[in-house]
């Protein structure tokens, strides 16, 4: 890995061509060298590594998917998550969640996609299939949440927040009761040194979690683009859009990509957290 001398480092998660890196590097008046980590959890020991024993004494910060490790301020804005580094995260669960927006995807249907004709939904149309797809999920994301403060509450950093192997997969059926069923079975398996991580509190704190996300009001503000993990939002909008529109063929995985690259010239102030992130390492 060369990383230029004097240079301001903004490390991200992923690998040299993830949407991470596509849209930092692509942000306006970004005076810094982007580098990727790879996974969150590696990345203190990754920064170290780059930084360890240079003489140069470069300026840095760390910017990472928040995912479910910290609830998202009423307002959106930058969040730092640990005091004693200069580890932050944005407003949205993940990069993913800054691309759900119809008017975006409209964007890139006319002018990527125009030669398959006039686009056959509007922005309200899309954003609509997008708030189909996250009523789908409340009741796993509120399991999720339930999971992610049984963890927090009790300092069991060993305990998943997420039913399959990794966010965007989803569980074969969203129901609260299944959902919640599969993670008393996860949590079954902790029980040896649970100490208060009973199934009376998870399903306490994953309920508390589904009245506010049942709520009209959460769902009239979008609030769900905040708090339901993008990668799941974004998978569950590919199975509402190929069941309501099964000859759409909208091509979710390249649409991010051109999003990425396009939001430094078209969107970036509409998300006072990217705002900030600039101004954090101009």
Same mark, same amino acid.
């Given at each position: ?44 020991? @990754?920064?170290? &590594? $780059? ?5 140069? %004494?470069?300026?840095? =910060? ?5 995912? !479910? #490790? ?28 800054? @691309?759900?927006? &119809? $008017? ?5 249907? %006319?002018?990527?996609? =125009? ?5 056959? !939904? #509007? ?32 300092? $069991? ?16 059926? !969203? ?108």
């Amino acid at each position: 890995m060369n990383i230029t001398t004097g240079a301001t480092l903004l490390f991200c998660e992923g690998l040299p061509r993830s949407l991470d890196r596509l849209m930092l590097t692509n942000l306006p008046d970004m005076n810094v060298e982007v580098v990727p980590t790879g996974g969150k959890k590696g990345m203190p020991a @990754f920064v170290e &590594g $780059a930084v360890y024993g240079r003489t140069d %004494n470069p300026r840095y =910060v760390l910017f990472r998917d928040r995912d !479910l #490790d910290a609830e998202p301020p009423p307002q959106p804005h930058l969040i730092r998550l640990e005091a004693s580094k200069p580890l932050y995260a944005g407003h949205r669960s993940c990069i993913e969640s800054y @691309f759900l927006s &119809g $008017a975006m995807m409209v964007e890139y249907w %006319n002018e990527v996609l =125009v030669k398959w004709g006039v686009c056959p !939904l #509007d922005a309200a149309g899309f954003d609509s299939v997008i708030e189909d797809a996250a009523r789908q999920l409340a009741d796993y994301q509120a399991v999720r949440w339930g999971l992610r403060k049984l963890r927090q509450m009790h300092a $069991a950093n060993d305990l998943p927040d997420k039913l399959g192997e990794s966010s965007g997969q989803l569980p074969p059926d !969203l129901a609260y009761a299944s959902c919640l069923t599969d993670a008393l079975s996860i949590l079954g398996g902790y029980r040896e040194n649970a100490g208060a991580r009973t199934p009376e509190s998870l399903k306490q704190y994953a309920e508390e979690y589904r009245m506010r996300f049942a709520d009209a009001q959460f769902f009239a503000a979008k609030a769900y683009l905040a708090w339901f993990h993008g990668k799941d939002l974004t998978t569950a909008f590919n199975t509402a859009l190929a069941t309501q529109r099964p000859t759409l063929n909208f091509p979710t995985g390249h649409y991010m990509n051109w999003a990425a690259e396009q939001m430094g010239q078209r969107w970036y102030n509409q998300f006072p957290d990217l705002v900030e992130l600039i101004q954090l390492v101009s």
